[in-house]
C-alpha cells in the first residue's frame, strides 16, 4: 500500500472514523500495513514516540491470526542464556541450554551459577508425578439433595461425556471428572490429558460441548458458567497445590559439600538454616501459598522466552522447596511444582522469536508420541526452576545477595 493511502486511514484512525480493530478491513487484511496505521494513529493521539515498538522480525500477520489484536508493533525482552544444565528425567537426559527472558539483573546470572551447580554434582534427577489440565464449569441444581443426585448422574455417564468431549478434539483426553458440591452448587472439575499443548484452549472448547450435552440429557441442570474458579486457572490456589494441574513436577539434586563451599561460597548446614527459616517459616508466617525462595523468577523467564502463557507464572509459582544436610554432610535440595502450566505447540509456541528458544532447548512444536517434548519442556523448567532456588538461598547465606547486584551494576 502506498504512503498516501497510509496517511489517509492514520488520519482517519485519528479523528474516530475508523476503529482500531476495523484497520484491517481498509488494509485488505494485511496486518504488517494495519500494524503501522495503529502506530502511526496512536503516535499522534498520545504524543509518544513509537520507533522501538516499530522494529519487529515476528510476522505481524500470523500473530495477529492467532495471538494478538490491535497489534502496534512487539516489545523486546533482553534474552539471556543459563547451562549447561545437566538432567535425568523420565523424558529429558542431558545437557541443556535454558534461555531466560527478563529485565532483571543478575538473574541469568544467578540461574547459570545453580546450573553449574548442577551438572557439576552429577545433575538434577527429575520426574512429573501428575499431568492434567482442567475447566471447572458451575451448574445451578434446584436444591443440594438435586445437586447430589446430579453428580450421581455425572459418575454413570462419563463414558458418554467423554465420547462427546473428545470429539472436538484429535489430541485431548478426557480423564477424570471431580465434582465439588457448595449448597445447590456443582463445579465439574474436568481434567484433561493434553499432550504436546499447555491446553487451555483444547479443555476449554471440549467441556464447553460436554456442557451442552448434559444441559441438553439433565434438565435440572442450569451452566451458569463455563469456568467456575474450581479450575483454578491463573490464581494462586491450595487446589491446585494438592491435586495439580498442568504438569506437577518434582526435581532433586545431592550437591556434595566441596562444590557447595567452592561453587556457592558457603556451607550445607547454612542453606538448610536459610530455607528453614525463610522458605519454610517466613511463607507460613505470611501465609503464603508455596514455600520457596524465587519460582516465579525462573518460570516467569522462561514462560517469556518460550510463548506460554505468562499469567500461569502464578501458578507456577506456589511451589515448595526442600534442603536439608545428608548424613554425608552433603546438601539435598528439591522443588515440587504441583501446577507447572506449560506446551510446545499452539498459543505463543509459534511466535518466530519464542520458537526458536524453544528449539534451543529441542522440545519445540509436536512430540513423537505426541506429548513427550511438552513432558521433556516441563522436566527442564523444573530443573532451571532448582538450579534458581540453589543459587540464591546460597546468596543469601553467604550474605551476598546485595552484593551480587552492586557488582553486576543492578
Not at 467456575?228 to 513436577?249: I, M, Q
Request: net charge negative; hydrophobic share 40%; proline share 3%.
Amino acid at each position: 500500500m502506498d504512503e498516501k493511502k497510509i496517511e489517509e486511514l492514520v488520519s482517519k484512525v485519528v479523528k474516530g472514523e475508523i476503529k482500531f480493530h476495523e484497520v484491517e478491513k481498509y488494509t485488505d487484511g494485511d496486518s504488517e500495513v494495519a500494524t503501522e496505521v495503529r502506530r502511526r494513529a496512536l503516535e499522534r493521539l498520545t504524543g509518544a514516540k513509537l520507533e522501538h515498538l516499530g522494529k519487529y522480525t515476528i510476522d505481524a500477520n500470523r500473530a495477529m491470526d492467532k495471538n494478538i489484536e490491535n497489534m502496534i508493533g512487539a516489545v523486546q525482552v533482553p534474552v539471556g542464556i543459563a547451562g549447561p544444565l545437566l538432567v535425568h528425567g523420565e523424558y529429558a537426559e542431558g545437557e541443556y541450554y535454558v534461555p531466560l527472558a527478563t529485565t532483571e539483573g543478575a538473574l541469568v546470572a544467578s540461574v547459570n551459577r545453580g546450573c553449574s551447580t548442577i551438572t557439576d554434582s552429577g545433575g538434577a534427577h527429575v520426574r512429573i508425578v501428575r499431568d492434567g489440565m482442567t475447566r471447572a464449569p458451575v451448574f445451578k441444581l434446584p436444591s443440594a439433595r438435586k445437586a447430589l443426585e446430579f453428580c450421581e448422574w455425572v459418575r454413570k455417564h462419563f463414558d458418554d461425556i467423554k465420547e462427546v468431549a473428545e470429539s472436538t478434539t484429535r489430541h485431548g483426553e478426557l480423564l477424570d471428572i471431580q465434582e465439588f458440591v457448595v449448597g445447590r452448587h456443582v463445579f465439574l472439575r474436568f481434567e484433561f490429558d493434553t499432550k504436546d499443548a499447555m491446553g487451555m484452549n483444547m479443555v476449554t472448547i471440549a467441556t464447553e460441548e460436554a456442557v451442552n450435552w448434559i444441559e441438553e440429557k439433565y434438565p435440572d441442570a442450569k451452566c451458569v458458567s463455563a469456568s467456575g474458579n474450581v479450575c483454578v486457572d491463573k490464581k494462586p490456589s491450595w487446589l491446585n497445590n494438592v491435586l495439580g494441574r498442568g504438569r506437577t513436577v518434582v526435581a532433586e539434586v545431592e550437591v556434595p559439600r566441596d562444590i557447595v563451599e567452592e561453587k556457592l561460597k558457603t556451607t550445607p548446614e547454612a542453606m538448610a538454616e536459610v530455607n528453614y527459616r525463610k522458605n519454610l517459616v517466613g511463607s507460613a508466617a505470611a501465609g503464603n501459598i508455596g514455600f520457596n525462595a524465587h519460582h516465579a523468577n525462573i518460570v516467569a523467564a522462561i514462560f517469556i522466552a518460550t510463548g506460554q502463557d505468562e499469567a500461569h507464572a502464578v501458578d507456577g509459582s506456589t511451589g515448595y522447596t526442600t534442603m536439608e544436610v545428608t548424613e554425608d554432610g552433603d546438601l539435598y535440595a528439591s522443588v515440587t511444582i504441583p501446577s507447572l502450566n506449560v506446551g510446545t505447540v499452539g498459543g505463543g509456541t509459534g511466535v518466530e522469536t519464542q520458537r526458536e528458544c524453544l528449539e534451543i532447548l529441542g522440545v519445540a512444536g509436536g512430540g513423537n508420541p505426541p506429548g513427550v517434548n511438552a513432558k521433556e519442556f516441563a522436566e527442564v523448567v523444573a530443573a532451571a526452576v532448582l538450579a534458581g532456588e540453589l543459587s540464591l538461598v546460597a546468596a543469601l547465606a553467604a550474605g551476598h545477595l546485595g552484593k551480587a547486584h552492586r557488582l553486576l551494576g543492578r
